[in-house]
């Protein structure tokens, strides 16, 4: 046996704890159970809803409307604009 660590959202940790649950599951056997799927079908065992290519122009959209928010040179120009008193 060896460990698998994975980085996720723990939005997505608890609902795919609860999903999995509701299926008489814990996480640790459904991704055995998706690893063995892969290997029987020596590629994932589900059609992606969204291409490589469609997941980065989501992100590159999430990236640009980030660039377009109001930036601050510091959290007292930030606190100012906000009117957040700051006792230094």
Same mark, same amino acid.
């Given at each position: ?8 959202e723990e *939005? ?5 704890? *609860?999903?999995f649950s ?9 991704? +055995?159970?998706?690893?063995? =799927?892969?290997?029987?079908? =020596?590629?994932? !065992?589900? +059609?992606?809803?969204?291409? !490589?290519? =469609? ?14 928010? *109001?930036?601050y040179k %510091? ?7 906000? %009117? ?5």
């Amino acid at each position: 046996m060896t460990t698998l660590s994975i980085r996720i959202e723990e *939005k997505l940790k608890k609902d795919a704890n *609860k999903t999995f649950s509701a299926l008489g599951m814990d996480m640790s056997s459904a991704v +055995k159970m998706f690893l063995n =799927q892969v290997v029987v079908e =020596q590629g994932l !065992p589900f +059609k992606p809803s969204r291409t !490589p290519k =469609q997941i980065r122009e989501d992100w590159d959209k999430e990236v640009r409307e980030a660039l377009k928010t *109001k930036g601050y040179k %510091n959290a007292e120009e930030m606190f100012k604009d906000l %009117n957040i008193k700051v006792n230094v």
